[in-house]
Structures are given as C-alpha cells and as structure tokens.
C-alpha cells in the first residue's frame, strides 16, 4: 500500500504537514500549502510504500519557495528585529551592592520622612495632667478598687 507524505521547512526543520491516499492529492496539497504559507523555505512529497522488508520512502515531489513578501505576517513567536541594538552590560557584583545600598538608603530616609509628618500635632491623651494624677483603678475580676 503506497500512502504520499507531504513535508514542509521550518526555520531548517522539516515538518510532516499531512499524509494522503493518492499522488495528485498530495501534490496539490504540497503546492497549496507553499503558496499559502510564508514561513515555508521548501515543500517535499514522499511516497510511502509498506512492504514484507519494512517500509521504502522515495522523494516524488520536491520544491524550494523563494520569495521575499513585502510585509510577511509575523508569527507569534517573532518579533520586529532592529538592527542597532545595544547590549546591556551586565553588572558587576560590587556595583549591584552599591544599587542595593542607595535603594536601602532612600527607604530609610523615606521612612523618617513619613514619620515626621504623620506625627500627631496635638499632645497624646494619656500625656496630659489629669491622667498623671492618682486615681482608682477596678478590678474587672473581682470588682474592688484599689
């Protein structure tokens, strides 16, 4: 039983696209698929044949696209690429404690900051004269005064 396999090339891979009964079916397939899809660099078909021995593959259709669309479609995985990009330097270890050390530094001068100005203005009640004085206090157990 002979089955035709069309294959297509991705990115220097090539990748099963489908597996189909007759000859002419697959061909057309193969020449849809490369007409359709612009990521393809090249479509091949191979006929398949089962026999007693294993399985014989033999090269029956093979194309290579070359074109060059004027706004391919991105895929999902690609970006825009630029062509004057810089390279961030990585940082030295000393240079990344010195990062941490001004980064602490701001939050403690923030911190006081924020407490001197959520300082309440007006004296706090327990501060005052008549809560120094001597007074009773009762017991909520018992329920005596001492």
């Not at 079916?25 to 359709?36: F, G």
């Not at 501060?127 to 120094?132: K, N, R």
Request: proline share 8%.
């Amino acid at each position: 039983m002979v089955r035709y396999e069309v294959l297509t090339c991705r990115k220097g891979r090539w990748i099963a696209d489908g597996i189909l009964d007759t000859r002419n079916a697959a061909i057309d397939h193969a020449q849809a698929v490369a007409d359709r899809d612009y990521l393809i660099a090249a479509v091949r078909v191979n006929a398949l044949e089962d026999n007693a021995e294993g399985f014989r593959e033999k090269t029956i259709y093979n194309r290579k696209v070359s074109r060059v669309p004027a706004n391919p479609p991105l895929a999902a995985d690609s970006r825009p690429q630029t062509t004057n990009k810089r390279k961030a330097k990585p940082r030295s270890p000393s240079a990344r404690r010195a990062l941490i050390l001004v980064l602490l530094l701001v939050i403690a001068c923030s911190a006081l900051v924020g407490y001197g100005l959520l300082r309440p203005q007006q004296p706090w009640v327990f501060d005052t004269p008549d809560a120094q004085k001597p007074h009773l206090l009762r017991n909520p157990f018992t329920g005596e005064f001492s």
